[in-house]
T-cell receptor, first 115, second 116 residues
Framework: NAGVTQTPKFRILKIGQSMTLQCAQD?????MYWYRQDPGMGLKLIYY???????DKGEVPNGYNVSRSTTEDFPLRLELAAPSQTSVYFC??????????????FGPGTRLTVT | AQSVAQPEDQVNVAEGNPLTVKCTYS??????LFWYVQYPNRGLQFLLK??????LVKGSYGFEAEFNKSQTSFHLKKPSALVSDSALYFC??????????????FGIGTKLQVIP
């Protein structure tokens, strides 16, 4: 299994541009997540999904959008990039065993700079 | 409100010595607790978790953690540190109440530096 994959690894955007961060997992996990990591701030949840066709906002959703058309893919869309969106973005997934949601598996991250 | 505290920004330990990385939490109901490790320029990797049962949990790479309900703590430990253990460690908590999505809250991370 490749696990959780993310593309691109690095990206520089100009203010106002848009882009999509790609995320895919091949573990048939129900749950998927997008986080951003800023220095000294830990991880902040942007959006999450509990299954194909179902998404919901996390702690910091403003300026982002997601979709989940398949179990495998969970892209994150930035519509109008702003300097405040400069960060490292991580996608993650987790399984559901019975009623218990398991630990999260993380992708390698996308380092985004908006200038 | 649900929260995780990692009181030390950095922990320094000599190679071969025991290490402890501290974590305390606050959550409604019984906690699900996790430790993750992050090496430079990588995503987080799962180390171990406490769901229920034995308070001492063993995980990857020789790490273990002890769940202490009365002190609401879940400290990460290893009997003998390796230089390769140097990394950023995150504690995380989730509530176990049924009904709806239970969010995971991550601590801000503790940098572990193992000195040769």
């Amino acid at each position: 299994n490749a696990g959780v994959t993310q593309t691109p690894k690095f990206r520089i955007l100009k203010i106002g541009q848009s882009m999509t961060l790609q995320c895919a997992q091949d573990m048939n996990h129900n749950y998927m997540y997008w986080y951003r990591q800023d220095p000294g701030m830990g991880l902040k949840l942007i959006y999450y999904s509990v299954g194909a066709g179902i998404t919901d906002k996390g702690e910091v959703p403003n300026g982002y959008n997601v979709s989940r058309s398949t179990t495998e893919d969970f892209p994150l869309r930035l519509e109008l990039a702003a300097p405040s969106q400069t960060s490292v973005y991580f996608c993650a997934s987790s399984y559901l065993k019975g009623l218990i949601r398991g630990e999260q598996y993380f992708g390698p991250g996308t380092r985004l700079t908006v200038t | 409100a649900q929260s995780v505290a990692q009181p030390e920004d950095q922990v320094n330990v000599a190679e071969g010595n025991p290490l402890t990385v501290k974590c305390t939490y606050s959550v409604s109901g019984n906690p699900y607790l996790f430790w993750y490790v992050q090496y430079p320029n990588r995503g987080l990797q799962f180390l171990l978790k406490y769901i229920t049962g034995d308070n001492l949990v063993k995980g990857s790479y020789g790490f273990e953690a002890e769940f202490n309900k009365s002190q609401t703590s879940f400290h990460l430990k290893k009997p003998s540190a390796l230089v390769s253990d140097s990394a950023l460690y995150f504690c995380a908590v989730r509530g176990s109440n049924s009904g709806g999505y239970q969010k995971v809250t991550f601590g801000i991370g503790t940098k572990l530096q193992v000195i040769p």
